[in-house]
T-cell receptor, first 114, second 112 residues
Framework: EPEVTQTPSHQVTQMGQEVILRCVPI?????FYWYRQILGQKVEFLVS????????KSEIFDDQFSVERPDGSNFTLKIRSTKLEDSAMYFC????????????FGPGTRLTVL | GDSVTQMEGPVTLSEEAFLTINCTYT??????LFWYVQYPGEGLQLLLK?????DKGSNKGFEATYRKETTSFHLEKGSVQVSDSAVYFC???????????FGTGTSLTVIP
């Protein structure tokens, strides 16, 4: 069964450093998303991406964040200068195909900012 | 705005007990409704969904009915198992490609 994959599973970084979180969505999907979940809190939407551009973004997704689909398979989230409060689990999701309104989530990347 | 309100946890039940996790929503349009489950150390997995009023989603013994009149999508299971221990998230989406709005999650622990 096709699935969304994410790497790395855990990333530890120093405050102020740049991080890139990587995702490989399901191959025939057209919509891609990033969400985050701060420990013990709800899953929050960051950004959606369609047709090589951002289609929707939340207030959380400020200038420190960017997304890119550098090739036909990867979808990345970059945080330019990490803050302590960026520590969270980051989930990638994709949708499309026959289950058009269902989002398939990856296992997540746990980001720890020290 | 669009949002989901979910029953606070944690919930602890004995094996074979009946489970209800309440979920109500507020939406500007006609949303699709979902329940996702997160097992320890894992990502979000779709448990069931319903795309229009009066639809019933079901999977692995879990059920939820889309009630437009009460704006609810409560999750139920007649007899829980230890393996059902997880965090359950109610979510809504207004359209394909739109963001999901998640509830706060309800942690369920089932004891033998």
């Amino acid at each position: 069964e096709p699935e969304v994959t994410q790497t790395p599973s855990h990333q530890v970084t120093q405050m102020g450093q740049e991080v890139i979180l990587r995702c490989v969505p399901i191959s025939n999907h057209l919509y891609f998303y990033w969400y985050r979940q701060i420990l013990g809190q709800k899953v929050e939407f960051l950004v959606s991406f369609y047709n090589n551009e951002i289609s929707e973004k939340s207030e959380i997704f400020d200038d420190q964040f960017s997304v890119e689909r550098p090739d036909g398979s990867n979808f990345t989230l970059k945080i330019r200068s990490t803050k302590l409060e960026d520590s969270a689990m980051y989930f990638c999701a994709s949708s499309g195909g026959i289950f058009y309104n269902e989002q398939f989530f990856g296992p997540g990347t746990r980001l720890t900012v020290l | 705005g669009d949002s989901v309100t979910q029953m606070e946890g944690p919930v602890t039940l004995s094996e074979e007990a009946f489970l209800t996790i309440n979920c109500t929503y507020t939406a500007t349009g006609y949303p699709s409704l979902f329940w996702y489950v997160q097992y320890p150390g894992e990502g979000l997995q779709l448990l069931l969904k319903a795309t229009k009023a009066d639809d019933k989603g079901s999977n692995k013994g879990f059920e939820a009915t889309y009630r437009k009149e009460t704006t609810s999508f409560h999750l139920e299971k007649g007899s829980v198992q230890v393996s059902d221990s997880a965090v359950y998230f109610c979510a809504l989406s207004l359209d394909t490609g739109n963001q999901f709005y998640f509830g706060t999650g309800t942690s369920l622990t089932v004891i033998p």
